[in-house]
């Protein structure tokens, strides 16, 4: 299964200028905790890092740094892991595992941003993949023992 099949279409993200307390401010909003950052003026959004509710708590408030006085691109992890929609999901997932990483942007080849890829997807896909074959047994012995009582 490639990961372009499976990502979240639907990517909350930010461009690398805006100042931390609107990121903060973003997140709250949308409800996220997680935002892809992108350059200043590109139209494809291609990834430059991504923002974390966590990054701001260890890299902002944990130091008692003035939020107001940074913008995301001081905060953000560089050069984060990103995956190609063509990849498969197997490989993904164990680059971010290896990463340590639970979600990571999905670019087109181009380089722009298509997606966004998170571990709870996969298992979700596993999950969902799991009941059908589940399914499909009890289904089929079902059958057999209907089959062996006629």
Known sequence: MKVGEICQRAV?????????????QMMRERHV???VVYRSGDDLRRPIGVLTDRDIVVEVIAKKVAADSLTVEDVMTRQPVIANEHEELADVLQGMRIAGVRRVPVVDARGALM????VDDAFD?????MC?????VKNEQRVERR????
């Open 12 to 24: 909350v993200c930010i461009d690398n200028t805006v100042d931390l307390s609107a990121a903060a």
């Open 33 to 35: 905790g997680f935002l």
């Open 115 to 118: 997606g966004v890829i998170a």
């Open 125 to 129: 896909v596993l999950t969902n993949f």
């Open 132 to 136: 059908e074959i589940t399914g499909s």
């Open 147 to 150: 089959t062996r009582a006629s």
